[in-house]
């Protein structure tokens, strides 16, 4: 529960749908990039260089590790507050509550008394990465309120009592800005931790917090003002496309300005100019050809770019299987620990890191130089044989042994959901990778007993086929995340397709639409041709 609202907004932080900047906007954004803020002049005014290389303080100043402002528009909610007024009750009555549910569900553990019921008791909502995400629903709600807002105000023309909630909503939101930038010094603008640093630096990071929330609010206030003199004053009479125009080109303008602060040139470049330049360490990595996995101890699981040229063992990734977070949670995270402290003392231990070594990690890095990478000898390879199983009755006992065995010598499975035939042991049997592909993958096995073979691969049933010389088998789940198979005595050929019937079919009706298309496309051309042959004759 802890990762599924890791990212929750504060109470407050729902009014960057108004005011994108009220903690400072994304948490991307470095102050000391801009010439002209208060934190390069103090540092300016104390003598210290600045230093882009290693010098970054956020404008952002929420409770968040990472965020960017969902922004829904200073005239959007305008129109939104006029649309709680003027619109039909038919249209509030639902629009209203799924728009305050839906902030209510981005507070996440901020509100824990409704949120945590919401997580365990609404089906799907535990498998959302982030709860913030809930602010989707406003921003398509306060514009379809606001619109039917706006038309009955065409429609009926701006009488007395229109102006009257007109001018009540504008009081509201342009209100809710003029009390911004009025009672901005109210605020802290810091971070937890940040009230440590020094009080000359710490008032300049106020000071360019405060004049960024100031300077937004007013922004808004201003979008809000023409937005209310158009619909209060009537300019467009009778000229539904022009009011309209005019409407969506100020709404337009409104979203660009705030938009262009997070899309910029640099996010619209050509694709061949995208790729992650290949360091020292990648090249010496790729000259081994097999098949492995590598470790980044840089980010483990926040390190997307490790998995450009490499199997990664880490990675990002929005939404993550549950029981390989699990894995890294209780048994991979420690065996980090543990290189890392043995690497510290001089002599990397490799040969206990068990979990590491059952997902095939041969490399680690540690940099980008050639020097910054460790080879682990001990890795257990694409698939190999077991000597004995453990046998468990739970999950919790599936990784807590897991996280204890040597998984090179023992498959930990849970017998309450899957029955192991017997098998034993034969040192000379070999179990190979011939062929991998990230939906194929091809072994070979000899062995002279019945064997179990456990596969360094991650065990997820929906979609895989599995095939013993060309016959269908069912595969057991080993060390909590593992694949492992019973394998009969003699030669055989092992073969893991990835076939979901959903996807399948969809591309079967996917092609046979196509084709339908050309065929239509080409009967409607020789009709077209005979009927102009006919009319010239």
């Not at 300005?257 to 090249?283: C, F, G, P, W």
């Amino acid at each position: 529960m802890e990762y599924a609202f890791e990212y929750s907004n504060g109470i407050a932080e729902p009014l960057t749908l108004v005011v994108p900047n009220i903690l400072g906007g994304s948490s991307m954004k470095n102050l000391f990039e801009e010439e002209q803020s208060h934190v390069r002049k103090a540092l300016q005014e104390q003598g210290i260089p600045y230093n882009p290389q290693q010098m970054y303080q956020p404008a952002y100043w929420g409770s968040q590790p990472l965020s960017a402002p969902y922004y829904a528009g200073a005239i959007v909610v305008f129109l939104f507050i006029a649309g709680l007024l003027v619109a039909d009750k038919r249209y509030v009555w639902w629009l209203v509550p799924v728009s305050v549910l839906a902030i209510v569900l981005s507070w996440g553990s901020n509100f824990p008394s409704f949120n945590y019921f919401v997580f365990h008791y609404l089906p799907g909502y535990n498998k959302f990465r982030s709860v913030t995400f809930a602010l989707i629903i406003p921003i398509l709600s306060f514009p379809l309120l606001g619109f039917i807002a706006a038309e009955k105000i065409l429609q009926q023309g701006p009488d007395a009592v229109l102006k009257k909630k007109l001018l009540t909503a504008f009081a509201i939101s342009g209100g809710l800005c003029l009390l911004l930038i009025a009672g901005a010094g109210l605020f802290s603008f810091l971070r937890d931790g940040e009230e440590n640093l020094p009080v000359w630096f710490m008032q300049a990071l106020q000071a360019d917090r405060r004049s960024m929330l100031r300077n937004d609010a007013f922004r808004s206030l201003v979008f809000m003002a023409l937005a209310f003199g158009v619909l209060y004053f009537n300019f467009i009479r009778n000229n539904r496309a022009l009011f309209f125009s005019i409407l969506i080109l100020l709404m337009a303008a409104d979203l660009i300005v705030v938009n262009r602060r997070y899309l910029t040139k640099t996010n619209y470049v050509s694709r061949r100019h995208q790729q992650i330049e290949m360091s020292q360490a990648d090249r010496q990595v790729l000259a081994d050809t097999a098949y492995y996995r590598v470790l980044n101890l840089s980010a483990p699981m926040n390190d997307a770019t490790t998995s450009y040229y490499h199997n990664s063992v880490g990675g990002y990734h929005g939404a993550k299987l549950r029981r390989y977070q699990e894995l890294y949670d209780s048994c991979i995270s420690k065996n980090i620990n543990q290189l890392i402290s043995s690497a510290q003392q001089g002599e990397p231990d490799f040969k206990n890191l068990h979990a590491l070594n059952m997902l095939n990690t041969r490399y680690i890095f540690y940099g980008y130089n050639r020097s910054n990478v460790l080879v682990n000898p001990y890795a257990n390879g694409a698939a190999w044989f077991v000597r004995q199983l453990e046998a468990v009755n739970s999950p919790d006992e599936e990784l807590a042994s897991t996280c204890r065995v040597n998984t090179r010598y023992t498959a930990v499975v849970n017998v309450q959901q899957f029955q192991v035939p017997a098998f034993s042991y034969d040192s000379t049997a070999t179990i190979t990778l011939t062929r991998h592909k990230p939906n194929h993958m091809v072994y070979s096995s000899s062995a002279t007993v019945p064997s179990l073979a456990v596969f360094s691969e991650i065990f997820y049933p929906e979609g895989w086929e599995v095939t013993l010389d060309g016959k269908p088998v069912d595969i057991l789940r080993a060390n909590y995340v593992l694949r492992a198979l019973h394998i009969p005595a003699g030669n055989h050929v092992i073969e893991f397709r990835f076939k979901p019937k959903p996807y399948a079919v969809g591309n079967t009706i996917t092609r046979i639409s196509a084709w339908l298309v050309i065929l239509m496309f080409a009967i409607s051309v020789a009709l077209d041709l005979r009927t102009q042959q006919k009319t010239n004759s």
